[in-house]
């Protein structure tokens, strides 16, 4: 992978960029002039990797609440589409359409049904095989965050959809080792002790200070007897 995958919370969609679309096979795929790898929460497999003549993809289950800011995310993409649509359509159809077809042009990324939100993720698959590496590991139930690459804008005769392809991913425990609490557990034991040697230290200080304190209290009073 030449480029490291963001995480897709700090990716700034107004800077994504189109090129005019250009054919590929039975549809025409508007690319982004910069290159978008995203990595996204671990999300759960419905089933396994699915192949249908040509095609192969995965589908993945977003949690309602925890997965809310990816779908979001995805949410935010498609509606910057429209606008980007909207305001190219002369120069990329040489007609210019309105806004309320674009919109019933639009297939969202995200499904949504009564009880689940999903995404359905193209993987790689070339001459009757499918390229992504550990592909066989994938099964339904199987927890991981996807690796995607976005492809841009897909257009077919009446509907357009943003493209995103799975080029890896990260297992359940490869995603956990990217998250601690301390990088290193030696300096946290370090600072501890070392934040408890400080306070035996203000302790001391406050009790030589406040015993001083009673003892001259102590001796004035006496004095005034």
């Excluded at 949504?112 to 550990?134: A, C, H, R, W």
């Excluded at 339904?140 to 943003?162: D, P, R, W």
């Amino acid at each position: 992978m030449d480029l490291e995958p963001l995480d897709y919370k700090e990716v700034d969609i107004t800077k994504i960029k189109y090129d005019n679309p250009v054919r590929k096979k039975k549809n025409y795929l508007a690319r982004p002039q910069k290159e978008l790898i995203i990595s996204t929460n671990l999300l759960k497999c419905s089933d396994k990797i699915l192949v249908s003549e040509n095609r192969c993809y995965l589908i993945l289950e977003l949690r309602k609440r925890s997965d809310l800011s990816l779908y979001n995310f995805f949410i935010d993409v498609d509606e910057k589409n429209i606008c980007d649509v909207y305001n190219n359509s002369f120069n990329w159809f040489k007609q210019e359409m309105p806004l309320d077809i674009i919109e019933d042009y639009l297939k969202p990324f995200v499904r949504l049904s009564k009880e689940k939100m999903f995404v359905k993720i193209n993987i790689p698959y070339k001459e009757g095989k499918i390229q992504l590496d550990k592909a066989d590991k994938i099964i339904k139930g199987t927890k991981l965050s996807a690796i995607l690459k976005y492809n841009g804008i897909k257009f077919n005769k009446h509907q357009f959809t943003s493209d995103w392809i799975m080029i890896d991913y990260l297992n359940e425990n490869d995603y956990n080792e990217n998250y601690e609490f301390y990088d290193n557990f030696d300096h946290c034991e370090n600072s501890e002790t070392n934040n408890l040697v400080q306070l035996l230290r203000n302790n001391k200080e406050i009790n030589e200070t406040v015993n001083k304190f009673f003892s001259d209290e102590i001796s004035e009073n006496f004095s005034d007897i």
